[in-house]
């Protein structure tokens, strides 16, 4: 069996026993030697060739990712700390109270409400250096006539307590509001509740990122830090200068959305971008990684990604003991302890560490024989040393050329003593008993009467004391408080659809392509185009694609437009010579991610939130395959929508049985399900062009001019088809139709066609009964028999259907194209909502029905609705539709086929759907029984006992 005893060292986690110190020694002179005759530079260079010659000898030379457990910056190279030591350690001692006081005073209102203490007592320390020294507030650059100037910073999200109690401080939030911390509902009378999390839907003011999705911050500041370099390099905003600073937990880190971007930050030289991994070593249900070291992990990882890394594990109290280290021994007792045991050393007192660490060695045990039991407790870790964070904070604030990770080592609930510092069970620690709150109290050193800590009192001192004054004149140096959210107020002006979708609405023949057939990708890769050229907006439109802008047909913008990169294009591109090259460019504008989803939507809330964190309001389109969107990447969706951002999301090669060939994995039945889910989403399935404009024409006004905080997705397809006549459907009010989810496309002819033996016709005092204004323009004065729901790519299908009802069988069918139904959901909830609001006898109820129930009115004629999606989507608004209501979807896995091979699978197409229809009509007494049959068979229908969902 494999000896892994040294398995540590091999992976350069652990230092490796010396069999010859002396000879170690002499070569570590020499390198001292070299350094300080000649300089870094020339020190890393020997070291380079020593480690070249040595893989050419054949020696397993360590690729040097990993270097010692000690701290990067060294005693010598650590900046002077600025501030007043004493008064910052009361100040984070009072926040520290308060926000313990707020977890603990909530749960004893109620065990429900839960919150969290240890990860928040481990961050103080590295978040209050930030609010001190190096946050900048919005108005940080005011002076250089930059508005909205400040960094951006991602708070872990279990550490909310600690910025409430900041912000409490500072006089922005009240007693009352941190009385009510985590009680938004019962807290909203008093002067509002406050969030679990930062949640910017809740906490519009306040929070700008939202954290609590582990993984989702991380992988977000990076794509923020460089949408910054994408406004600067485009003219858009001054954003040289400004940080994105993010804090992650270790055990956070093994997200992989928390790694994802990394050789993306170091590849465009995001230096305004600092990562702060608070490693307290542990995660919620134990250590990070008890047997080995989460540190050296991760310095390999970045530096390996290419960051800059500063390692911030020890205190200063330590720097006594390093410099007396001569021969290496505490190095390397440090590297042979792995993190289950320095969480153990954090649990236990001084004496226990003694006996445990330091008399492991007699070098080790003569190091701290000077030193009291107590002084050994009280050595201090990195990430709790404010001198030694502010000189890493320091280091990376400054280094330039990639961005900066800074390893801070700390303690899990730090401060909590015996009942919570580095116990396993910390991280779900909400209560504290009465002699642990008096004794973080006194180790602390907190001016609170035994009485002011057992009722939980909040603490904060006299407006005129020397700590308010500190607190407020750091903030004021630094540009003002930290996090706020402000979202710009300027309207930006949009283009009507006849301006950037003309061809669209013009008669077919009189169009310049002759009306010929065309995509809905395609019909909107144009406006899109046509949006990005025009004058004022178009500099604001934000084209990304995951490598697919091929598939849409967007590689017609790659010259016209750019794709953008902080280094211009440094070869030249195969295809130059054509018209339509492949050309990056500084300012260039498509944002290119690669085969990232997740990237890319990052990147796009970037863009989409740019109102909020920029003061320019931008206006970006991500172009996906529709299957990689909800369904991938759903939980960055969520954070988005929490974020309030706006712009499009364009699902293209859409619905199950239209990207045809590419099977099981590509093919989406549910997005638009999921898009329904999401409350600030407006989801369409369009089908024509037209509609396509009037959307992206109603949603620009909407999130650009009207400031409304939604965002849209639509859902775009690659079947080319005739589009069709568009001019007389918006003449009879169409557009609004459009937006709300749903018109009436296709009346029913004026003159009936042959009818089938056997059919009965309906009274037209039965069938018609519409009260809609819209349709009583309605051209023919034949009531319709059936109405038929199409949306998005089956709406084609249903309009043969129609035809086909009428010719086969004389049935007068009128065809509706529905563009929404989670929009028609939702003003069914609105109009429903409103009755009860009446009926509740609490006020007058606005009248308006449901905008199905004024197209549809109360009717008995069947309606039967087909989907390219799951028949979850056409039942949302089934409450809403008196008569006898069936719906068709493509429940089920996608497979490969045709498109017709498909629909006829997914018993979606024309004639599964005319057969629905006589079915409908069957039940309804309207035709008789046979004709039902009759069609089964005239169409050849199978209908197998299990349906294509079960198959
Ligand atoms: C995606 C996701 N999964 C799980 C959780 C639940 N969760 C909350 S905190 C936590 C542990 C966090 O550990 P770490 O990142 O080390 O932070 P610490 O609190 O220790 O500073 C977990 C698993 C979550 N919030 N998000």
Redesign the pocket.
């Known amino acids: 069996m494999a000896d892994h005893s040294d398995i540590g060292a091999l992976l350069g986690l652990s230092m490796p026993v010396d069999p010859d110190p002396v000879e170690t020694r002499e070569w570590l002179d020499g390198l001292a030697g070299v350094l300080e005759r000649e300089g870094p530079v020339r020190a890393a260079y020997l070291l380079r060739r020593l480690t070249e010659a040595a893989r050419g000898l054949g020696v397993d030379a360590p690729r040097a990712l990993t270097t010692p457990y000690v701290n990067t910056i060294p005693l010598e190279r650590q900046a002077q700390f600025p501030g007043d030591l004493s008064l910052e350690e009361r100040i984070t001692a009072i926040v520290r109270w308060n926000a313990l006081a707020m977890v603990v005073r909530a749960n004893k209102a109620s065990s429900e409400l839960g919150g ?1 203490i ?2 928040y007592a ?2 103080a320390d590295l978040f209050e250096v930030g609010f001190n020294h190096f946050f900048r507030g919005r108005d940080a650059m005011a002076s250089a006539g930059v508005a909205g100037g400040g960094d951006l910073v991602f708070f ?4 909310a307590p600690g910025v409430y109690a900041r912000a409490f401080l500072e006089g922005r939030l009240s007693e009352a509001q941190v009385g009510n911390y985590r009680r938004e509902v019962s807290g909203a009378g008093a002067g509002g509740g406050l969030s679990s999390y930062p949640h910017p839907w809740l906490m519009p003011d306040f929070w700008q990122f939202p954290t ?4 989702l911050g991380p992988i977000q500041a990076v794509y923020q830090a460089r949408f910054m370099r994408y406004l600067e390099h485009r003219g858009l905003a001054a954003t040289e200068g400004r940080k994105v600073w993010a804090f ?6 093994d ?1 992989p959305e928390s790694l994802a971007a990394l050789s993306l930050a170091a590849r465009e030289g995001l230096d305004n971008l600092v990562f702060v991994v ?1 490693c ?1 070593l ?3 249900d134990g250590p ?1 990684r008890g047997n080995g070291s989460i540190i050296q992990e991760l310095e390999g990882l970045f530096a390996g990604a290419g960051w800059n890394v500063i390692k911030l594990l020890w205190g200063s109290n330590w720097d006594a003991l390093f410099a007396r280290d001569h021969e290496g021994a505490l190095v390397r007792r440090l590297h042979e302890t792995v993190d289950g045991e320095f969480q153990k050393y954090s649990a236990t007192d001084g004496r226990f560490n003694r006996e445990h660490f330091f008399n492991k060695y007699p070098e080790l045990q003569a190091l701290v024989a000077h030193m009291s039991d107590a002084d050994i407790d009280q050595l201090r870790r990195g990430g709790h040393d404010p001198v030694k964070i502010h000189a890493a904070y320091h280091a990376a604030a400054r280094f330039r050329g990639t961005p900066t990770v800074i390893l801070a080592k700390t303690m ?1 609930g730090f401060g909590m003593g015996s009942a919570g510092q580095a116990k396993m069970t910390t ?1 779900q620690q909400k209560k504290l008993d009465n002699e642990s709150l008096l004794s973080f109290r006194d180790r602390f050193a907190l001016p609170l009467s035994d009485e002011d800590v057992l009722a939980l009192k909040f603490y904060k001192p006299a407006e005129d004391s020397a700590e308010m004054k500190y607190l407020r004149a750091r903030r004021a140096a630094l540009g003002g408080p930290l996090p706020a959210r402000h979202t710009a107020t300027k309207a930006l002006p949009v283009p009507a659809a006849a301006a950037f979708a003309r061809f669209a609405f013009e008669p077919q023949a009189a169009r310049a392509d002759g009306g010929s057939e065309m995509s809905s990708t395609t019909a909107f890769v144009r406006m899109l185009t046509q949006l990005a050229k025009d004058r004022g907006l178009g500099r604001h439109v934000v084209p990304i694609v995951a490598d697919e802008a091929r598939t849409f047909g967007m590689q017609t913008m790659f010259r016209g437009m750019g794709i953008y990169s902080p280094i211009g294009q440094r070869y030249d591109p195969e295809d130059k010579d054509e018209l339509l090259y492949y050309k990056e460019a500084k300012d260039g504008q498509i944002l290119e991610e690669g085969i990232t989803e997740a990237g890319a939507m990052s990147s796009w809330i970037a863009a989409a939130t740019s109102h909020a964190n920029h003061g320019v309001s931008m206006l970006p389109f991500y172009i996906y395959y529709s299957m990689f969107g909800f369904q991938r990447v759903a ?1 960055l969706i969520w954070a988005a929508a929490d974020q309030r951002s706006r712009g499009f999301l364009i699902g293209a090669t859409s619905g199950r049985t239209t990207l045809a060939g590419e099977g099981l994995q590509h093919q989406d039945g549910s997005s638009h399900l999921v898009a329904s889910t999401v409350p600030n989403c407006r989801a369409y399935d369009p089908c024509y062009a037209h509609e396509v404009a009037v959307i992206i024409e109603e949603g620009m006004q909407a999130m650009l001019e009207r400031h409304e905080d939604v965002f849209y997705y639509l859902t775009v397809m690659n079947e080319n088809y005739a589009q069709c006549e568009a001019g007389p459907l918006l003449a009879q009010g169409a557009r609004e139709g459009i937006v709300r989810g749903m018109y009436l496309i296709r009346p029913v002819a004026e003159t009936p066609r042959q009818a089938v033996p056997g059919e009965e016709r309906q009274s037209a005092s039965e069938a018609d009964q519409r009260p809609a204004a819209s349709l009583k323009k309605h051209p023919s004065t034949r009531p319709a028999q059936v109405r038929l729901l199409g949306s998005g790519a089956i709406l084609r299908e249903v309009l043969a259907a129609a035809e086909m009802l009428e010719s086969d069988f004389g049935i007068a069918a009128e065809v509706y194209s529905v563009t929404s139904y989670s929009e028609l959901q939702r003003d069914g909830m609105r109009a429903e909502r409103a009755r009860l609001h009446a009926m509740a006898g609490q006020g007058e109820a606005a009248q308006a029905p449901s905008w199905v129930s004024t197209c549809l009115g109360g009717a008995r004629t069947p309606v039967v609705a087909a989907s390219d999606y799951v028949r979850a989507l056409p039942e949302l608004i089934r409450g809403q539709i008196s008569a006898p209501y069936a719906t068709l979807g493509t429940d089920g896995f996608g497979r490969s086929d045709t498109r017709a091979g498909l629909r006829r699978f997914f018993e979606v197409d024309r004639q599964h759907i005319v057969f629905q229809a006589l079915a409908s009509l069957a039940d309804a007494g309207t035709v008789a029984p046979e004709a039902v049959a009759q069609a089964a068979a005239r169409y050849k229908l199978e209908l197998p006992a299990l349906g294509p969902w079960l198959r």
């Open positions: 969290h240890a990860s481990s961050a872990q999200p279990h550490s609590g999705s582990m993984g992650v937990g270790d055990g956070e880190m997200e608070n307290n542990q995660r919620l990070v899990k991280h939980d």
